[in-house]
């Protein structure tokens, strides 16, 4: 029985992480061809008697040479820290405002915070679209606002997908950061109180400080899948918008060069897994 | 009385005043028209079963329930009105509510720092409130890697490191082990003389209450049901929940038979005539006799003070210090006795079963309204 509670998330973790993972590398050691796959096998039994090694660094080369992926790259780097960032600062005082509610709303106001989670993804995206487009809502009201030249949309703007992303992501930075707050010892902040503290020191010296665990859990949980993110800079953001998710998509499916796009997946995997595991071991 | 009348007319108001204090819980009464009132240099004890509003009175006077009627004044000034963090009164929390992520020094200085304290001054004041709980070097620890009867003092140091006028206690000592409990109740009594600080401490621990307290206040459905020193309570308790919550006691229904200056004659139901003190009860009047057990003696035939009842022994248990005894009386009704074992459990004669004669002095009777 304990041999099958180790054995079984093992397995699970074999299929869905390794096993990918090792086709991925196995992708991107090959030489891009014509066929079905867009790629040549990586031993080649054709010659007969012992199989050739048909392995190739191509492109691994072309990822260092061409700055194009690097700055795919950052870019994404860049929109990850902006959107997990904004999701912290909409996400914690959401978090806080729920938690210091009253006792009985607490369960409904984080299940409405929840609610968009639980609707289709496209769907919230598509209404997104919808509200951001020349003649949206959004649009329409900054232009009765002035704050959007007449003709000019938010939709395909940097702004759009941020919003897009932070919209997306928000329940991951809430529920970390509720999670710690609600564990806190309310008597805490009270002592706090007590001893002089102005609501506001005693957020910052006792609350906040307290809760960074669940800041930090929030900050990794939107920034980590945001990097990767290809959807909502494909469907809200600009075409100017390269972002790695994009740059992998183009390469499986535009370019179809399966080995380029498992290269530039692994490196996205292994930036994103390695600080994330030596954080686990700091600890 | 006409003391403490002639007192509140010329000397300056109590520290603290409490009139006619009302908190709801939505729709129930947690305090109800309380009145309290506690002297300068007091160690006040809050005394009462849970739901009795003992930590709720201690928790509006900190600021954090807002009253929905009365008067909270400390020194004279009102302090209703203000916010937790601008009253001169600070609380020692029950669970300590040490900050984890500091360390005990920083903890202490907490409200020090809110105080407008310069660095010095702190560092002074941090490492005098040390020395006084007895923790002299351990400044630079973590709360939790303290043991509980320390942070138990840290939680002192920190509550009275701002020197409050009033320091409120929540069940300080009943997150300790019973066997710290006897040691830390004396470190209490001593910090609270050495700084003449005003205490008022809340337990539901009559031991506690009776040992510490220069006054006791019984807690009964958001009132004050007495309050007083503590053997005063102990021995004339105003009512049968006061008699029945401080200590043990028999209540036996009686009627006045006769009620002069020198004492009352009772006749009591299932014993028959009693001597007990002068009492304010007329001839005729019902009543009730209280008699704690351990004011009782029991034998076969032996009398102390000329009050006594027969019955049979019901049941007797070994308590260690004492055998508890139960006597069935003629009517039915049982008296509690606690019999002190000066002499070990090897005397003991009295088998269950066996008639015997329960016998008191005239001032162990207790005479309480019906």
Same mark, same amino acid.
């Given at each position: ?283 | ?137 351990? $400044? ?7 043991? @509980?009867?320390? !942070?138990? #003092?840290? &939680?002192?140091? /920190?509550?009275? %490191? ?100 020198? $004492? ?7 014993? @028959?005539?009693? !001597?007990? #003190?002068? &009492?304010?009860? /007329?001839?005729? %009047? ?85």
């Amino acid at each position: 029985m304990r041999r099958l509670a180790i054995l079984l998330p093992a397995a699970w973790l074999l299929a869905t992480v390794l096993a990918p993972l090792v086709i991925l590398a196995t992708i991107a050691t090959a030489t891009p061809s014509d066929g079905v796959p867009p790629y040549a096998p990586l031993l080649d039994w054709s010659g007969g008697g012992l199989p050739r090694v048909t392995a190739s660094a191509d492109a691994w080369q072309l990822l260092v040479a061409d700055g194009y992926y690097l700055r795919a790259l950052l870019f994404s780097l860049r929109i990850a820290a902006i959107s997990a960032l904004g999701c912290l600062l909409v996400g914690y005082p959401l978090a806080l405002a729920i938690t210091r509610a009253p006792a009985g709303w607490r369960a409904p106001l984080l299940l409405l915070a929840l609610l968009p989670f639980w609707t289709g993804f496209l769907l919230r995206i598509n209404a997104w679209i919808g509200l951001l487009k020349e003649d949206g809502w959004v649009s329409a009201a900054l232009h009765a606002a002035g704050l959007l030249p007449p003709g000019r949309a938010l939709l395909y703007t940097d702004a759009a997908m941020y919003l897009g992303i932070i919209h997306a992501y928000l329940p991951f930075a809430v529920l970390p950061i509720y999670a710690r707050l609600s564990r806190l010892d309310p008597a805490l902040a009270e002592a706090a109180a007590d001893l002089g503290a102005t609501p506001l020191r005693s957020f910052l010296t006792v609350t906040l400080p307290l809760s960074m665990p669940g800041v930090w859990a929030g900050l990794a949980l939107v920034f980590i899948p945001a990097v990767g993110e290809y959807v909502i800079p494909e469907l809200l953001g600009g075409p100017q918008a390269q972002t790695i998710g994009r740059v992998i998509w183009q390469e499986f499916f535009a370019n179809r060069d399966w080995p380029q796009a498992s290269a530039v997946a692994l490196v996205l995997v292994a930036l994103l897994v390695l600080p994330a595991a030596l954080v686990q071991r700091a600890r | 009385m006409g003391a403490l009348q002639g007192r509140a007319l010329t000397a300056a108001p109590p520290l603290l005043d409490v009139r006619g204090l009302r908190v709801a819980y939505g729709p129930t009464m947690a305090l109800n028209a309380l009145d309290l009132s506690v002297e300068a240099g007091e160690l006040f004890v809050l005394l009462g079963g849970s739901g009795s509003g003992k930590t709720t009175l201690l928790r509006t006077i900190a600021g954090f329930l807002r009253p929905a009627a009365g008067s909270i004044r400390l020194r004279g000034e009102p302090i209703d009105a203000l916010p937790p963090h601008r009253r001169p009164v600070n609380t020692m929390f029950q669970s300590y509510a040490l900050f984890p992520h500091m360390s005990v020094a920083d903890n202490i200085a907490f409200g020090l720092r809110s105080a407008g304290l310069g660095r010095r001054a702190r560092a002074a004041r941090v490492a005098e409130m040390l020395d006084l709980v007895q923790l002299g070097g351990f $400044g630079r620890r973590r709360p939790q890697e303290l043991s @509980g009867g320390q !942070q138990q #003092r840290v &939680a002192l140091a /920190r509550s009275l %490191a701002p020197r409050p006028a009033l320091l409120l206690l929540d069940e300080p000592l009943s997150a300790l082990d019973p066997s710290l409990r006897d040691a830390t109740r004396s470190e209490l009594m001593r910090v609270q003389q050495l700084l003449g600080t005003t205490f008022i401490l809340v337990t539901h621990d009559q031991e506690e209450a009776l040992t510490m307290a220069t006054r006791i206040g019984v807690m009964q459905d958001g009132r004050l049901a007495q309050s007083g020193p503590p053997a005063e309570v102990y021995e004339r308790p105003g009512s049968r929940f006061v008699a029945e919550f401080l200590g043990a006691a028999n209540i036996l229904r009686a009627t006045v038979e006769a009620a002069s200056n020198a $004492g009352t004659t009772l006749d009591v139901a299932g014993v @028959g005539r009693v !001597q007990a #003190r002068a &009492a304010p009860f /007329r001839t005729g %009047a019902s009543c009730l006799l209280g008699l704690r057990p351990e004011r009782l003696r029991i034998g076969t035939n032996a009398t102390i003070g000329g009050n006594q009842a027969s019955g049979t022994l019901a049941s007797s248990a070994y308590a260690g210090d004492t055998l508890r005894h139960t006597v069935q009386l003629a009517n039915g009704a049982s008296l509690r006795v606690a019999e002190p074992l000066a002499s070990g459990i090897r005397g003991h004669h009295l088998r269950e079963g066996t008639a015997v004669t329960v016998s008191w002095e005239r001032d162990a009777c207790i005479l309480l309204p019906p």
